[in-house]
């Protein structure tokens, strides 16, 4: 059996949430560094110890609901830094965890964000999604 961090939790197959990350992951092709279906609870954030340089990442509360989906390429740790600064908004104070998928460094981010945005149906705080710059 795998041990898993404390505020981490497996995305088990044939779930809505696991469907969604898979359906992201397969979006992204080969943009994608690795595959992580993990939930990560935001009060378990701080101590996350990704190692990814760019990511898209998705926000969501409860059993389920995603609300915001985002990208950052801000260099190691850039996903826990940018998810404290949306932390910050009251209109994201229901946010409780975040999937992460990892991007290869030659990805364009907000390409990939859009991508996936627009994929999932914009989430409901999503207010603006990159547009693409080829066909998807």
């Given at each position: 059996?795998?041990?898993?961090?404390?505020?981490?939790?497996?995305?088990?197959?044939?779930?809505?949430?696991?469907?969604?990350?898979?359906?992201?992951?397969?979006?992204?092709?080969?943009?994608?560094?690795?595959?992580?279906?993990?939930?990560?609870?935001?009060?378990?954030?701080?101590?996350?110890?990704?190692?990814?340089h760019?990511?898209?990442?998705?926000?969501?509360?409860?059993?389920?609901?995603?609300?915001?989906?985002?990208?950052?390429?801000?260099?190691?740790?850039?996903?826990?830094?940018?998810?404290?600064?949306?932390?910050?908004?009251?209109?994201?104070?229901?946010?409780?965890?975040?999937?992460?998928?990892?991007?290869?460094?030659?990805?364009?981010?907000?390409?990939?964000?859009?991508?996936?945005?627009?994929?999932?149906?914009?989430?409901?705080?999503?207010?603006?999604l990159?547009q693409?710059?080829?066909?998807?």
């Amino acid at each position: 059996m795998t041990t898993f961090p404390p505020g981490t939790a497996p995305l088990l197959p044939g779930t809505p949430l696991r469907r969604t990350y898979d359906l992201a992951s397969n979006a992204l092709g080969d943009q994608l560094l690795r595959r992580q279906p993990l939930k990560i609870a935001l009060w378990a954030l701080p101590d996350y110890a990704g190692d990814e340089h760019k990511a898209v990442y998705l926000l969501g509360a409860g059993a389920f609901e995603l609300l915001y989906t985002g990208s950052t390429s801000r260099g190691r740790g850039t996903v826990r830094a940018r998810v404290n600064e949306h932390r910050r908004d009251p209109r994201k104070s229901d946010v409780s965890w975040v999937l992460v998928l990892p991007i290869r460094r030659d990805a364009d981010t907000e390409q990939a964000e859009g991508k996936i945005g627009r994929l999932l149906g914009r989430p409901r705080l999503s207010q603006r999604l990159p547009q693409t710059h080829r066909a998807d």
